[in-house]
């Protein structure tokens, strides 16, 4: 799953994009610029044994988009996934 972190003034899909090339099957990877509905997917199309690694943000709680410090934590994202799911 390929995602935005903090693209700050930069598109996120030109990150992307950037990212994309530099992967040997990249028509094979999922792309979602919206990191939190990035997450929810990985979470909720994770199978019995699977492990979802979130990566990038760590403890950060903000996501800087467009010079704005926007509330953000990828850990409370996973939790309100899995708390829905269940």
């Known amino acids: 799953m390929i995602t935005s972190d903090n693209p ?3 598109a996120a899909n030109s990150i992307i994009n950037d990212i994309l090339s530099g992967l040997e099957k990249p ?7 919206d990191r939190a509905a990035a997450i ?6 994770a199978g019995p044994g699977d492990i979802v690694l979130v990566a ?9 988009v467009s010079g704005q410090m926007l509330p953000f934590s990828d850990e409370a994202v996973v939790r ?3 708390e829905a799911a269940a």
């Not at 028509?27 to 610029?33: D, G, S």
């Open 56 to 64: 990038g943000k760590g403890h950060e709680t903000w996501q800087e």
């Open 80 to 82: 309100s996934t899995l």
């Open 40 to 45: 929810q997917r990985a979470v909720l199309e």
């Open 8 to 10: 700050r003034f930069e």
């Open 27 to 33: 028509a094979e990877a999922i792309v979602e610029p």
